[in-house]
């Protein structure tokens, strides 16, 4: 299993190709690719490269889905015998990025691919023992 921490909004994230993240808001439009370079780890295979504090040559691509508002956080400031009460709420701004692919020094150590399609077994058996084999 291949993954990265990334550094991104003022946070970490250990992301995986294929997965999607919510992250702080990206100035960039859903369906645009972004790639980042802020990248602290990257494992493959049981090989680690830890960064100081960057991997150099280390680059995670994305793709943006959407731009969301998170859920209201509700922030309530009360003194009591003193009737001072403060309501407030807010808001997060997210953005859900799918990550395509890491790469370090230029070799794609794992890109989403379509997954295989199985292919239908078809049975070849003649109709003939078929219907031998049912009697």
Do not use: C, W
Not at 34 to 56: A, F, R
Not at 81 to 95: A, M, S, V
Request: aromatic share 4%; glycine share 8%.
């Amino acid at each position: 299993m291949t993954y990265a921490i990334i550094e991104t909004g003022g946070k970490q994230i250990r992301v995986e190709p294929g997965r999607f993240y919510d992250i702080e808001l990206l100035a960039i439009e859903p369906d645009e690719k972004v790639t980042i370079d802020s990248v602290l780890l990257v494992q493959h295979d049981g090989e680690v490269t830890i960064g100081q504090p960057l991997v150099t040559g280390a680059t995670v691509e994305g793709t943006v889905l959407r731009h969301y508002r998170g859920r209201k956080v509700l922030v309530y400031k009360m003194k009591p015998k003193k009737k001072t009460r403060k309501k407030r709420g807010h808001r997060q701004e997210i953005t859900r990025l799918l990550i395509d692919s890491i790469t370090l020094n230029g070799a794609v150590f794992a890109a989403q691919g379509e997954p295989e399609k199985e292919t239908p077994v078809i049975d070849e058996t003649p109709a003939e023992e078929l219907e031998t084999a049912a009697e």
